[in-house]
């Protein structure tokens, strides 16, 4: 039974074509994450929901976006994607982010190809 | 900064072998640390935890306040076990929630 999902899990787009990634979960968990993967390098955190509360990290560009509209689903929008941003896009749940306890659960992430 | 470093990027054992992946950290006081497994072609996912001083698959991890380590050991390694292990802090407001670097670890036959 899939707890976090993912659509597409591939996407290919054109450099400057804004594109929007899916993240769907039924855990009913506060938190949901975004993160970045690029080949052969660790997931890099771009931002997380706590519920409502949008938290990003500074480091991430203004490029990408994030919406949650209701607990079960969050959005990435990459407005001008470029080159660069063609990695592995990762969404994790987590029951809170206040707890020490609090595992993490992935989705199978969103493979983008930017041409 | 506070964070989680892996220091070796690719760690390849024998089948039987004892294996240790390392993982330093710089926070303070004694941090609640994971161990995330990555194995081809499955998402990212909990091995184990600090708090829950568990062995899962042989796989233990204690941490040690001492040398600010938590080093992932199991004592005889498998061939499923080869996978991307990664270190990290929890999802809490104190820390830096970033992965550390990863460490592929390929277990020969």
């Known amino acids: 039974d899939a707890m976090v999902i993912q659509n597409p899990r591939y996407q290919v787009t054109q450099f400057g074509k804004p594109v929007t990634l899916s993240c769907s979960q039924t855990?009913?968990?506060?938190?949901m994450y975004w993160y970045q993967q690029k080949s052969s390098q660790a997931p890099k955190l771009l931002f997380h929901?706590?519920?409502?509360?949008?938290?990003n990290e500074a480091d991430t560009p203004d490029n990408f976006q994030s919406r949650r509209p209701n607990t079960s689903f969050c959005f990435l929008d990459i407005r001008s994607p470029g080159l660069g941003d063609t990695a592995m896009y990762l969404c994790?749940?987590?029951?809170?982010?206040?707890?020490?306890?609090?595992?993490?659960?992935f989705g199978p992430g969103t493979r983008l190809l930017v041409l | 900064a506070q964070r989680v470093t892996q220091p070796e990027k690719l760690l390849s054992v024998f089948k039987g072998a004892p294996v240790e992946l390392k993982c330093n950290y710089s926070?303070?006081?004694?941090?609640?640390l994971f161990w995330y497994v990555q194995y081809s072609r499955q998402r990212l996912q909990l091995l184990l935890r600090?708090?829950s001083r568990e062995s899962i698959k042989g796989f233990t991890a204690d941490l040690n306040k001492g040398e600010t380590s938590f080093h992932l050991k199991k004592p005889f390694a498998q061939e499923e076990d080869s996978a991307m292990y990664y270190c990290?802090?929890?999802?809490?407001?104190?820390?830096?929630?970033?992965f550390g670097t990863g460490t592929r670890l390929k277990v020969l036959a």
């Open positions: 600090h708090i």
């Open positions: 929901y706590y519920d409502k509360d949008f938290n």
């Open positions: 926070y303070s006081g004694s941090p609640e």
């Open positions: 994790a749940t987590s029951r809170s982010a206040a707890g020490i306890q609090e595992t993490q659960y």
């Open positions: 855990l009913n968990h506060n938190v």
């Open positions: 990290a802090p929890p999802p809490s407001g104190t820390y830096k929630y970033i």
